[in-house]
């Protein structure tokens, strides 16, 4: 792991409520694909090429929903405010001034229109994405959809991955099923058929399905993404139901704990894809390196979950800055080092299984 996030994952450790912190560090099941995320990349190398140095190299990429300073986004987290009073507000600040994009989750602890609000007064050009769970009722996705576009979102992210909640052993030793008082799910407030969001289930539908891509393909001319995806089938599938992009993702291994590494699950996705709408993946980034061989394998950015989380119970705001700038400070070091003058350097060829010299 990079050091500053090390550093920061144990002042997050210590100040968080141990409850708190099993609930963001935690798994499903065994926690089998929890370790897994992680423990894939090191089994990974990166051949590097000799000889090609370059003064500076522009990180930059452009995705369906926003330009990116660097090729890495924050995975939508639930209940920031359980890490640190400012929540969401200080993660959309500080991914704002990162000149990155911030995934904001339907189960946020800061309504949308006020995570848009502070991620602009920082850049007015700052893109944020809404992470949504399609609901049972239609009528209740339909207003989320509303509220995402009226906020000034630039992306939806529909997550596929949880037609039920994962099994939590952390929270259930904890007894951890709601919220504390004071913290709700503020964009599920008023919606329609009643109340929701004071527990940690927001509103997973278990019919979740295709039909209801196409719903919101009609619902919104926003790009629409889909996350969760791990077969390569599904990959097609949702080219085939015109998302704009699609996230490998295993949930950070809380959903099914039978799942592959999602770096492992990442190229045959790419494959699949044929180049016709960007990847992004998700799952057991923790350094410069990992960011690589994910983009070296295909991914055209990645995503970070829990050490934003760490960051921000750390040191709120300045916690997030730092682990966005300790990730993108990695990642331009293990580039030069590789001979990568731009993003482009970085093809599936340069990477190796450690111990098996291919
Ligand atoms: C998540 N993740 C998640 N994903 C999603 O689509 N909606 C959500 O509400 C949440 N909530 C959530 C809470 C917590 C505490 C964690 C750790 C994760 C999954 C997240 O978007 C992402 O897939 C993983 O976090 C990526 O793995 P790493 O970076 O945490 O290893």
């Known amino acids: ?21 099993d609930y963001y560090a935690g798994g499903a099941g065994e926690e089998v694909v929890l370790g897994e995320n992680e423990a894939a990349f090191r089994r990974l190398a990166l051949l590097p090429r000799v000889l090609r140095g370059a003064a500076t190299r522009d990180l930059g990429v452009d995705l369906p929903g926003g330009h990116l300073g660097m090729p890495l986004l924050v995975a939508p987290t639930a209940f920031h405010r359980l890490a ?3 929540g969401e507000l200080a993660t959309a600040r500080a991914v704002a ?76 030793e904890h007894g951890f099923h709601d919220l504390p008082p004071g913290l709700a799910a503020e964009n599920m407030r008023d919606l329609p058929g009643g109340p929701l969001g004071g527990t940690l289930d927001i509103g997973m539908s278990p019919t979740v399905s295709w039909r209801h891509l196409d719903l919101l393909r009609e619902l919104t001319s926003l790009p629409l ?18 998302v704009a992009g699609i996230v490998v993702s295993n949930h950070g291994g809380r959903q099914s704990d039978l799942a592959p590494a999602a770096v492992e699950a990442l190229p045959a996705v790419v494959d699949a894809v044929e180049g016709r709408v960007p990847v992004v993946l998700d799952g057991g980034v923790r350094g410069g390196g990992d960011v690589a061989v994910a983009l070296a394998l295909g991914a055209a950015a990645v995503g970070v979950g ?32 590789c001979g990568g003058r731009g993003l482009a350097d970085l093809t599936r060829d340069l990477v190796v299984t450690r111990g098996t010299g291919v």
Request: hydrophobic content about 50%.
């Open 97 to 172: 001034a990162a000149g990155t994009v911030l995934v904001s989750g339907m189960a946020a602890t800061v309504a949308i229109g006020e995570v848009v609000a502070a991620a602009r007064a920082v850049d007015p050009a700052a893109s944020v994405w809404f992470q949504l769970y399609p609901q049972t009722d239609d009528d209740v996705t339909a207003c989320l959809v509303r509220r995402a576009e009226d906020a000034g979102c630039a992306a939806v992210v529909v997550t596929a991955d949880s037609p039920v909640f994962g099994r939590h052993r952390r929270d259930a």
């Open 84 to 86: 640190h009073p400012d």
């Open 225 to 242: 993404w889909l996350k969760g995806v791990l077969h390569p089938e599904d990959a097609v599938l949702a080219v085939d139901h015109r």
């Open 1 to 21: 792991m990079n050091t500053v996030l090390a550093e920061l994952h144990d002042k997050a450790r210590a100040a968080l409520d141990p409850v708190h912190y």
């Open 306 to 337: 829990r050490p934003v989380l760490w960051g921000l119970a750390a040191d709120g705001e300045a916690g997030v800055a730092r682990v966005l700038d300790a990730l993108r400070d990695e990642f331009d070091h293990v580039l030069a080092l």
